[in-house]
């Protein structure tokens, strides 16, 4: 059992199938282009399902979670290499003044091709079989996890805040307890 | 938290001092609670003041880091070509 949270590694990454959807049609004609409201109508008449063909790419991603069983999948951020950022915005990331764009460390990410960030609105939901676990890319500290993990809850605008409150009342509770 | 409205003349309350609670009980279980209103009200303005201040600011995504998530979500081209996928991967 592997623990991949905070770690990165290449991994299959399907993108998000949008409309038109190609959905495959045997060998003798090509995908039919179907619009998201041809495949809702066609739901009313049964429950069909179809094969969407879907581009897929291999590329790193960053892993927030450890393996959610009995599933055996995690939730991973893509990411934006720096060739692909200006002097000016790539300075802007390592220095922290992009939320959106956490800055990986090259210390820390050896095995990435060259320096990245992680895309924290960018989430993808990777079954750990799509990912090559054999080769860790790098690793995020403790503290920066929490960072990122924290944007991502922004960045998705995540209601914990009743979440946080219980841990409070509990924390409370435990204390006011008396001692042994 | 949602408030239920009851008419007074459909439940017996008790007389309660601010500060203090009525735990009903059934069964040696908490069934409910009844307060003063001036109790009640102060409690629910404290939860709302705390789920104000844990709440979250969102983030504020610059033109960067939208072009970084669209770009990096948008597939470019396909290889569909037989020879070449067969020189990748193999029979």
């Known amino acids: 059992m592997i623990a991949p949270q905070g770690r990165c590694y290449w991994a299959v990454v399907p993108f998000s199938p949008a409309q038109p959807f190609r959905i495959y049609a045997g060998t003798e004609r ?42 055996d999948e995690v939730l991973a951020l893509r990411l934006r290499t720096f060739d692909k950022l200006s002097a000016a915005e790539q300075q802007r990331v390592r220095e922290h003044q992009e939320d959106a764009l956490f800055h990986l460390e090259p210390a820390a990410f050896a095995g990435l091709p060259q320096e990245n960030a992680a895309i924290v609105s960018a989430l993808v939901r990777v079954p750990v079989g799509a990912i090559a676990t054999e080769r860790e890319l790098g690793t995020l500290n403790e503290n920066e996890l929490r960072v990122v993990h924290e944007r991502v809850a922004r960045a998705h605008g995540l209601r914990l805040d009743m979440l946080a409150l219980e841990q409070a009342q509990q924390l409370i509770k435990r204390l006011q307890e008396p001692g042994p | 938290m949602d408030t239920v409205r009851i008419p007074g003349d459909r439940v017996r309350v008790p007389n309660l001092r601010p500060g ?72």
Do not use: W
């Open chain 1, 30 to 71: 090509a995908p039919l282009a179907v619009t998201t409201t041809a495949i809702v109508n066609a739901a009313r008449k049964g429950d069909p399902q179809f094969d969407a063909i879907v581009p897929v790419k291999a590329r790193p991603v960053l892993v927030l979670t450890e393996l959610l069983a009995p599933f």
């Open chain 2, 20 to 91: 203090t609670a009525a735990a009903v009980h059934r069964y040696d279980k908490e069934r409910a609670f009844m307060l003063h209103p001036d109790d009640f009200h102060r409690l629910t303005a404290l939860e709302e003041l705390a789920a104000a201040a844990l709440a979250i600011s969102p983030i504020e995504f610059s033109e960067v880091a939208v072009e970084a998530h669209r770009d990096e979500s948008t597939p470019g081209q396909s290889i569909i070509d037989p020879d070449e996928l067969l020189a990748l991967f193999g029979e």
